[in-house]
């Protein structure tokens, strides 16, 4: 057993991981760096959550925790997404502060300490706000999308942006790990959870390797994670719109027949009743799918899907440990 398992934790910093095996070595060097001198420097630890990464990430992870005490290793056996890998990693943080963090080095180390001082002076969440973001345009313009979609949806204050760097306390992270479906949208849970979260700006820093893993299927899949799992909004359009057609398509009746009334003579237009038809049939079309997206994820949580599954660990839990019995 590690000497870092009998220490008493007050800091964990959790990082999902996927195709990032080049740049670990530096991002775990970088994070001793910053909190070696801390007042954490005897009581953090760092875990990196593998998300069934196909490249040797793995193997990179094993051996960082070899060579660094403070890092505790986390293999899932299928790839579930970010947002369900760090929930993993939350799990097993011990820590009264939790610091959630990307792998790329897009996120600068230097900030851990300035989120964690957040959290101690009292707020539940800290987030991070970037300044001069890299990220190419379309991913800036959806984020915009997700920023203003999230207000209205989630009530998330104005002003605030949801990163994906950001720290909680303990209480909060005990919060949402109660929840345990198969869709995780992290912010939504925490956005529901609290209203004490403040936010800081950093620097937001070029990627050390690599490429993103995200493209417009997985963010489009991610906003429709949390359009469809924290909020009924999308219910509430399609209910709405079906009630505008209603009332529209009764007044559109009402014409049709005074005008058939005054000019008996006009034939009924073949392109009009066409249009009218497929308007209402793509409607309907819509809010098909927008209720099977709500069925779906209610059948795939009665079958008990799994939010991730754990393969393997650098480390012995203190449930696994005789040492603790």
């Not at 819509?286 to 009665?302: A, M």
Request: net charge positive.
């Amino acid at each position: 057993m590690n000497n870092i398992d009998q220490m008493v934790i007050r800091l964990s910093i959790v990082v999902p991981v996927y195709r990032s095996m080049t740049v670990l070595p530096e991002l775990v060097v970088q994070i001793h760096d910053v909190l070696k001198s801390s007042e954490y420097a005897n009581g953090f630890e760092l875990i990196l959550a593998n998300d069934c990464s196909p490249d040797d990430s793995w193997k990179v992870i094993e051996g960082l925790a070899q060579q660094f005490p403070f890092v505790r290793g986390i293999s899932l056996r299928k790839n579930v997404g970010q947002h369900n890998a760090t929930m993993a990693g939350i799990s097993f943080a011990r820590g009264e502060i939790i610091v959630v963090m990307d792998d790329d080095l897009q996120h600068p180390p230097e900030a851990i300490l300035v989120l964690a001082d957040r959290v101690k002076s009292g707020n539940d969440v800290c987030y991070t706000k970037y300044r001069g973001r890299k990220h190419v345009a379309w991913k800036r313009w959806g984020s915009q999308f997700n920023d203003w979609m999230a207000t209205w949806m989630l009530k998330k204050p104005k002003g605030l942006y949801l990163s994906s760097y950001k720290a909680m306390n303990k209480d909060i992270a005990d919060t949402i790990l109660l929840y345990d479906g198969p869709y995780t949208y992290l912010d939504g849970l925490i956005v529901g959870a609290t209203n004490s979260i403040v936010s800081i700006e950093i620097d937001h820093q070029k990627r050390w390797d690599g490429s993103s893993n995200y493209n417009f299927r997985k963010l489009f899949s991610l906003w429709l994670k949390m359009a469809t799992g924290s909020s009924i909004y999308p219910l509430r359009i399609a209910t709405f719109a079906g009630f505008f057609l209603s009332v529209m398509s009764m007044g559109i009746f009402i014409l049709v027949i005074l005008d058939r009334l005054v000019h008996p003579a006009i034939q009924p237009g073949w392109a009009s009743t066409i249009a009218t038809v497929l308007f209402i049939g793509g409607i309907q079309t819509f809010c098909v799918g927008v209720i099977g997206e709500y069925v779906g994820r209610i059948y795939i949580r009665l079958n008990n899907t799994p939010q991730f599954v754990v393969g393997k660990k650098t480390f012995i839990s203190q449930s696994e440990d005789k040492s603790f019995t």
